[in-house]
């Protein structure tokens, strides 16, 4: 042992003599960096970008699609481009824009899907530097590949083909030079990050050669840090470390970044592939836009721009009811907008930094809030605080709820607890009044995001969480420390709560008791116990999926697919049954009889007189798949107190070694994962079972002997995959700038009152332009509009909902009738030359059909600036 003592000690010496050396330093900088260049290329490769446009007519209702190759062979289904009909000047056209990592060698263009007649006008391919138009028979000189297409004649004006089935193609080699067309956007964006960061080399070179150590950087840094840390702390609550400084430092620079890009997890990149206008231009765009999302960028999205552009008023009729706009959670300009921190960019900003700030809140917002509250649960374990933050915002059921209210309800959570800590045990007054301020803001935001199926089961988990917190030895004694104060603080929050709760009420009594009162969703009920137990805890196996199918028991929808992590029962695999009735293990076990309320309430045989109780508490709101919600929640930060606890030696575990744990959790989930591919060998295969496996008995692992770093780790591989789900990008132009709505504007002007026959996705468009829109998607029915279209009610189990409200052609002088699609969509056939049109105030007409002679009869057609076919706008004569 004293052999090896010395050649330790040999090595060390060594050590120090090789970095006491400045080549070295040097050396081991410009390493550092070159990783981070690696890793920026890797986050942002060269792009290639070709717009490539095809001018044809092809048969009714065809549409045609592009597929791409890298090889110059191989045509994969990713590399698949959906191209948008345009026309312009009477002439059809489809335009498609590729992106790519790769050059573009080959194409396989698919111009119809249909059989029938083909007559090829152009072909254009267009890179950032270099252009080839193949105007009709020039196209039979780059040899193409046909299939499906027989050549009936051909001239240089047109190629006539005829399509003898439904999957026509089209094979062409991409000419030299424009395979190599780079984006110059992107080429941008990774010029100004390279030259961040060899700006940043150049820097601590610089400050090494002039003898600024690093070390003396790093301490003023921590020192700084560590004042701040000091002069934020409360002992009685959240004792902050230099680290969490820091933590919150590096969330606020990204933010500032974030907003300034104007970047956004939005997914309203959908529109590139609807209607006339071309792709919008970004300079970052990461992932791709989801149409599964089609609440956000087809709904709220729309409501929200309506909004800011119209005002921000209490009543938007575009909403439906009154007071629409703050059950739906969009911005509502008034004291109100005290408890909408999320929509403050709206206010200081433009609309697209405005947009930017909203996403950053959810994103940056949503870190900050769960690893405050971590931090409070953990007594200042900055590692883990900011492990269990990350597993919450990158889990799957956030990351597919991300665009509905799924991030504010846990910051809502997570600023309710820390600011009733500091309200009923700060000691300081600064925290006293921050912790008023907080609990008098929450209850409003909270009921401005009203989602009972998850805002009920989160409510729960805070009373529950704040229980535990009171139970805590000493906890009646802290609150009597400084208690005038404290109690002056306690009336304050209680005053500006009741103020704020009492504006809120009276804008939205009538609208709460309309929605309570509607048949979708109406006054849900239900009594649980209906949720097949084996469905409780599937979520380690979904998460890894990377892609949007397949999912697990279909037939539903990715998001409601997405579940969290819930790993509670493995505690019992840790601790000691008995040690959870020791009194510093209150926190935790309020957290544990949480998660067992939820299952029990899901899954378990309660009978009927105890299921009925729980429903008049309020869970008849919520259904059984919904709570799972704050049962997820309620794990995580379970698992993350238990590690911060082992790690700090508090933490009494079972006897048996940490493998032998590991190992049992091993075969408790792939035991679990192969009876699930029983009931679903798609989704349930080998690979994803023996994944889940191996990760969740590292995490017992990690736990067991409390490796904070190791926890951290797993809780990053686990939050990788679903953030895939929600793209970055940047800029409005899909909805501000594109020609099929402001045709809308230019033609009928701010007065306008606009509805749209067919599509509702235009008259949701319409709305994003800031335009007023008789139809589209309400949240509760506007009964000004209804009492005209159906004074009698005949249709009000139809109507009387959350609905997409679609119109469509009525019989010319026949009364409106009511018809239900799906729960949510209903159709309204409205005469557009009868009196009940007129009598709701309308005075223009999209239709994204072609209307009849007799109702021509009526309209006078209108010519806009950028003429598309698939819309036709008019004003009622």
């Known amino acids: 042992m004293a052999r090896f003592g010395g050649f330790l000690v040999r090595l060390t010496n060594l050590w120090s003599a090789v970095m006491a050396r400045r080549w070295v330093r040097v050396l081991l900088t410009l390493l550092v960096f070159a990783l981070l260049g690696a890793a920026a290329h890797r986050a942002l490769p060269n792009r290639y970008v070709l717009d490539v446009e095809l001018k044809a007519d092809t048969p009714a209702g065809s549409s045609a699609q592009i597929y791409f190759s890298q090889d110059g062979k191989s045509f994969y289904p990713q590399n698949i481009v959906g191209m948008v009909r345009i026309f312009e000047a009477g002439q059809q056209s489809f335009v498609g824009r590729i992106y790519s990592r790769k050059p573009v060698k080959a194409l396989r263009l698919d111009p119809v899907d249909r059989v029938g007649a083909l007559e090829w006008h152009s072909l254009t391919m267009q890179g950032p530097g270099a252009r080839l138009d193949l105007q009709g028979d020039a196209l039979l000189a780059r040899s193409p590949t046909l299939d499906q297409l027989e050549l009936q004649s051909a001239n240089p004006q047109r190629l006539s083909f005829l399509s003898t089935g439904v999957d026509a193609k089209v094979g062409l080699v991409v000419p030299p030079e424009l395979v190599s067309q780079s984006d110059p956007n992107r080429k941008a964006l990774r010029l100004e990050v390279f030259s961040a960061l060899a700006g940043l080399c150049l820097l601590v070179l610089v400050l090494d050669l002039l003898k600024i150590r690093l070390s003396v950087l790093g301490r003023t840094v921590h020192g700084?840090?560590?004042?701040?840390?000091?002069?934020?702390?409360?002992?009685?609550?959240?004792?902050?470390?230099?680290?969490?400084?820091?933590?919150?430092?590096?969330?606020?620079?990204?933010?500032?970044?974030?907003?300034?890009?104007?970047?956004?997890?939005?997914?309203?990149?959908?529109?590139?592939?609807?209607?006339?206008?071309?792709?919008?231009?970004?300079?970052?765009?990461?992932?791709?836009?989801?149409?599964?999302?089609?609440?956000?960028?087809?709904?709220?999205?729309?409501?929200?721009?309506?909004?800011?552009?119209?005002?921000?008023?209490?009543?938007?009729?575009?909403?439906?009811?009154?007071?629409?706009?703050?059950?739906?959670?969009?911005?509502?300009?008034?004291?109100?907008?005290?408890?909408?921190?999320?929509?403050?960019?709206?206010?200081?900003?433009?609309?697209?930094?405005?947009?930017?700030?909203?996403?950053?809140?959810?994103?940056?917002?949503?870190?900050?809030?769960?690893?405050?509250?971590?931090?409070?649960?953990?007594?200042?374990?900055?590692v883990v605080s900011l492990a269990g933050a990350i597993a919450l915002f990158g889990s799957s059921t956030v990351q597919w709820w991300f665009s509905g209210f799924a991030p504010e309800m846990i910051i809502g959570l997570s600023v309710a607890v820390v600011g009733s800590l500091y309200l009923l045990w700060g000691r300081k007054s600064g925290g006293m009044v921050f912790g008023a301020v907080s609990v008098a803001l929450v209850v409003p935001n909270l009921l401005m995001h009203l989602y009972p199926p998850h805002l009920l089961p989160v409510g729960y988990l805070g009373v529950f969480l704040l229980g535990g917190l009171m139970l805590r030895p000493g906890a009646l004694a802290g609150v009597l420390v400084r208690w005038r104060p404290r109690l002056v603080m306690m009336v304050m929050a209680l005053v500006l709560m009741g103020w704020l709760v009492s504006v809120w009420y009276a804008a939205t009594a009538d609208t709460v008791r309309l929605v309570m009162n509607t048949v979708y969703p109406g006054k849900r009920f239900f009594l649980g116990g209906d949720l097949p137990l084996y469905l409780d805890f599937h979520g380690i196996f979904e998460s890894w999926k990377i892609e949007e199918w397949p999912v697990p028991f279909p037939p539903t929808n990715q998001t409601k697919a997405s579940r969290f992590w819930v790993l509670f029962p493995l505690v019992l695999l840790i601790v000691p049954v008995w040690h959870w009735l020791k009194p510093s293990y209150r926190v935790k076990v309020s957290l544990l009889a949480y998660c067992l309320l939820v299952l029990c309430w899901a899954s378990a045989p309660l009978p009927a007189f105890v299921r009925l109780g729980l429903a008049h508490l309020g869970w008849s709101m919520s259904d059984p798949w919904d709570s799972a919600f704050g049962m997820g929640v309620a794990s995580a930060l379970l698992l993350a107190v238990m590690v911060a606890e082992r790690a700090r030696g508090e933490l009494t575990v079972l006897r048996p070694s940490s493998w032998l744990l590991a190992l049992v959790a091993f075969a408790l989930v792939l035991s679990y994962g192969l009876s699930l591919a029983s009931l679903d060998s798609e989704f349930f295969d080998i690979n994803r079972i023996l994944l889940a496996s191996v990760v969740v008995s590292a995490v017992v692992w990690a736990v067991h002997r409390g490796n904070r770093w190791l926890y951290l780790g797993l809780m990053l591989m686990a939050a990788v995959p679903p953030l895939h789900v929600n793209p970055v990008q940047n800029g409005l132009r899909l909805y501000l700038d594109k020609d099929l709505f402001s045709n809308g504007r230019h033609l009928g002007g701010d007065g306008a009152m606009w509805a749209v026959y067919g599509d509702l996705r235009v008259a949701q468009g319409f709305k994003a332009e800031g335009l007023r829109v008789v139809n589209g998607t309400n949240y509760a029915p506007r009964m000004q509009v209804l009492d005209v279209l159906d004074p009698q009610k005949n249709g009000q189990d139809i109507w009387n909902r959350y609905a997409h409200v679609e119109y469509v052609s009525g019989k010319t002088g026949a009364e409106p009738s009511f018809d239900l699609v799906f729960p949510d969509h209903y159709q309204i056939a409205l005469d557009v030359c009868g009196r009940h049109i007129r009598a709701i105030g309308v005075t223009h007409v999209a239709y994204t059909f072609a209307p009849s002679a007799a109702e021509l009869s009526c309209l006078e057609p209108l010519q806009p600036p950028v003429s598309d076919g698939a819309v036709r706008y008019f004003r009622l004569k």
Request: hydrophobic share 50%.
């Open 224 to 382: 700084w840090a560590a004042r701040m840390a000091n002069w934020l702390s409360d002992e009685a609550t959240i004792v902050f470390s230099a680290w969490a400084v820091m933590v919150y430092a590096v969330l606020l620079v990204l933010s500032v970044v974030w907003v300034a890009l104007g970047l956004y997890q939005s997914s309203i990149g959908v529109w590139d592939e609807i209607y006339s206008t071309r792709p919008a231009e970004r300079s970052i765009s990461v992932g791709y836009p989801k149409e599964i999302r089609s609440d956000e960028w087809d709904v709220l999205t729309p409501w929200m721009l309506n909004q800011v552009q119209t005002g921000m008023k209490v009543d938007n009729p575009n909403m439906g009811a009154p007071a629409a706009t703050i059950l739906a959670g969009v911005p509502v300009d008034g004291p109100l907008m005290l408890a909408q921190p999320k929509y403050w960019g709206f206010e200081l900003l433009d609309v697209e930094h405005g947009f930017s700030w909203y996403w950053a809140f959810k994103t940056f917002g949503m870190i900050a809030a769960v690893f405050t509250l971590l931090l409070a649960l953990t007594r200042g374990d900055v």
